[in-house]
């Protein structure tokens, strides 16, 4: 089936740490690029031809979903799908699909061949577009991290795609109808064939019903059949993003197709690209859909292998056919991608786990064709074109970050640290007060509360929000001396509280143990360049500040939440030197954080425009 849901309360796998074809291609391309792409998360400015991919394919997708039995060239959007509460759509749900309340059109107006076929599409095409390309407009300049202006993508060559990839649809169409509709027909004119993951159409998953452009049994096939049978499985473009993937039996690996065609009874999946296939990317997206190969096979008791693979550049319209794995390749494929997620995903791996190993950088004409030569003989050509290249010691792109020790400010010489030197787990002995637990859960954390006494020193104890710990000493109890190892700490209203997660482990201390809760720094002051600026308060549910610096040492993610958020964000840009005084240290999903609270500063140092670009 095209979509397999996760389960992660069995797996016990993190939905936010699964690999992806992406993580697998960027691993590969280079160990360290993935490491700083998905540990740090130096996201990568994103330029306007995303808004434009983004628009072709939500266009298709529309285009492919209605019928012209039930919908005229000029008709408004008729079909839109019921979602639940978290954006996906209600595919276990009768209620509210519209598909059923569709009165066919005359069946005089129906089109009869091919160019009348390609004619009623463009016209769907016109509807859609100005929607869609909007709708892109809008997500694209939502993002803060973005680079450009929308008015540098020409809504011509969108419509343009569009056109190429409605078609090399048509060709699956006509050869549809050529071969009379393939094995199911016939069960599919009675009404009894749908599929158990049907193509998104406007009706319920369990709709059991004659189609009105069905013709009796053996007659000839008709042009408006073959676009009903050969209708490829797509996202439904209702949906909210990724709630249609498909993950591995064993919840490790996630992906999502974009268009599986089905109507010869086999399998073919299909990569939209809104491009014209040229550069290092065409390698990756071949192995994109080898990838997608192997988790379809996995997903459907390895006994189910694809029987074709493509690529649709709608640049130039051309198809590039990709080689299909075999099953030894398959099997392989499993062994490796476990493997590998077992190194970067079961724990946090150190940078030194991903070492500066780029792969050759590949050369691709338009199509995806490999160009003469295929490959640069420069080992380090791909390193030159990095857009991390700026902070991996692998590059010799010479580009000075701040490390600074110090900085006069406010009548005042702020001791500055260095990225790469902030402590964010700190470990600390003293006294319990006040227990309250310890509790077992059923997920094997422990719930429990105290004081911690360290002289004239207090802290507060407990558990983490997002989850506690599960090493924790039987013999804890009022008045006994504990050890808190690699705990999160913080302050609340002038009183240090310790935080106990996954990683934090309570002992029971040896007398001659010292590790003073004085010592704990909460705050830290930091001098460095925006790398990207991750969120900015909309107005509309994103109620933070959030960037990333970069220093010589490392980065650190900065955040600032309502009335936190200083005046001078909205006046700050990629590239910007900026020092932060008096923040306080914090750790989010692993990773070192600044947040910006009472008594916290943001300082612009320099602009982006009298600095070394990235």
């Not at 993190?14 to 993935?34: E, F, G, H, N």
């Not at 600390?428 to 004081?451: M, Q, Y």
């Not at 009335?563 to 900026?578: H, M």
């Amino acid at each position: 089936m095209p979509v397999r849901r996760a389960n992660p309360d069995v797996s016990g796998v993190d939905p936010y740490r699964r690999l992806s074809a992406s993580q697998v291609i960027t691993w590969k391309t280079c160990p360290r690029l993935w490491y700083y792409s998905y540990i740090p998360k130096l996201k990568s400015p994103l330029p306007p031809q995303i808004l434009r991919g983004n628009a072709v394919e939500d266009c298709v997708s529309r285009i492919l979903r209605e019928s012209p039995a039930f919908i005229s060239s000029s008709d408004g959007d008729l079909i839109l799908s019921p979602l639940n509460s978290d954006g996906s759509v209600a595919y276990d749900s009768d209620q509210n699909w519209v598909g059923p309340e569709l009165e066919p059109i005359s069946k005089e107006k129906w089109p009869q061949n091919r160019e009348q076929l390609f004619e009623w599409a463009l016209s769907r095409m016109e509807v859609h577009f100005d929607k869609c390309w909007n709708s892109a407009i809008l997500d694209w300049e939502s993002s803060p991290n973005r680079i450009g202006k929308s008015e540098d993508i020409d809504p011509e060559e969108g419509r343009q795609m569009i056109t190429a990839g409605i078609n090399l649809h048509l060709d699956q169409v006509e050869l549809c109808l050529k071969e009379n509709g393939g094995p199911n027909l016939e069960s599919w004119r009675s009404g009894d064939f749908r599929p158990e993951w049907p193509a998104p159409d406007g009706f319920p998953k369990n709709w059991k019903s004659v189609h009105p452009a069905a013709e009796k049994s053996n007659n000839p096939m008709t042009w408006i059949e073959a676009w009903e049978v050969s209708r490829p499985w797509f996202v439904d473009p209702d949906g909210s993003s990724f709630s249609e993937t498909t993950c591995h039996p064993d919840d490790w690996f996630q992906g999502e197709y974009d268009l599986v065609y089905r109507w010869t009874g086999g399998i073919r999946i299909v990569d939209l690209k809104a491009s014209v296939g040229k550069g290092d990317r065409s390698g990756g997206y071949i192995e994109q859909l080898r990838l997608y190969s192997w988790i379809w096979w996995e997903t459907h008791a390895r006994n189910d292998e694809v029987e074709g693979l493509e690529i649709w550049y709608l640049g130039p319209g051309t198809i590039k056919q990709v080689p299909m794995p075999n099953e030894l390749e398959m099997a392989e494929y499993h062994n490796e991608l476990e493997s590998l997620y077992q190194k970067i995903h079961s724990k946090i791996p150190d940078i030194s786990d991903c070492p500066p190993n780029p792969s050759p950088l590949r050369y691709f004409d338009v199509g995806g064709k490999p160009s003469n030569p295929p490959i640069d003989p420069n080992p380090k050509a791909r390193c030159q074109k990095c857009e991390l290249r700026g902070i991996c010691e692998n590059s010799d792109y010479e580009l000075i970050l701040p490390s600074e020790k110090r900085l006069e400010r406010f009548s005042h010489a702020w001791p500055i640290t260095a990225m790469n030197d902030i402590k964010t787990r700190h470990t600390v002995i003293g006294e319990v007060r006040e227990l309250a637990g310890p509790n077992l859960n059923s997920d094997g954390t422990i719930d429990l509360s105290f004081k911690l006494i360290d002289g004239y020193e207090r802290a507060k104890v407990k558990v983490h929000r997002f989850g506690g710990p599960t090493q924790v000493s039987r013999s804890i109890q009022d008045e006994s001396r504990v050890k808190i190892e690699n705990a999160l700490t913080s302050i609340w209203r002038s009183e240090l509280v310790i935080d106990l997660d996954s990683e934090s482990i309570i002992s029971i201390a040896q007398d001659d143990a010292i590790a003073a809760m004085i010592d704990v720094e909460t705050r830290v002051n930091v001098i460095g360049r925006i790398w990207s600026i991750n969120a900015f308060p909309n107005g509309k549910g994103v109620a933070r500040w959030a960037i990333t610096l970069v220093d010589s040492s490392g980065s650190v993610g900065i955040v600032a939440f309502k009335q936190f958020i200083p005046v001078i964000a909205a006046g700050l840009s990629r590239g910007d030197e900026i020092a932060i005084l008096n923040g306080e240290i914090g750790e989010f999903a692993g990773q070192k954080q600044v947040r910006l609270g009472p008594g916290a500063r943001v300082v612009l140092l320099k602009s982006s425009e009298d600095l070394m670009s990235f």
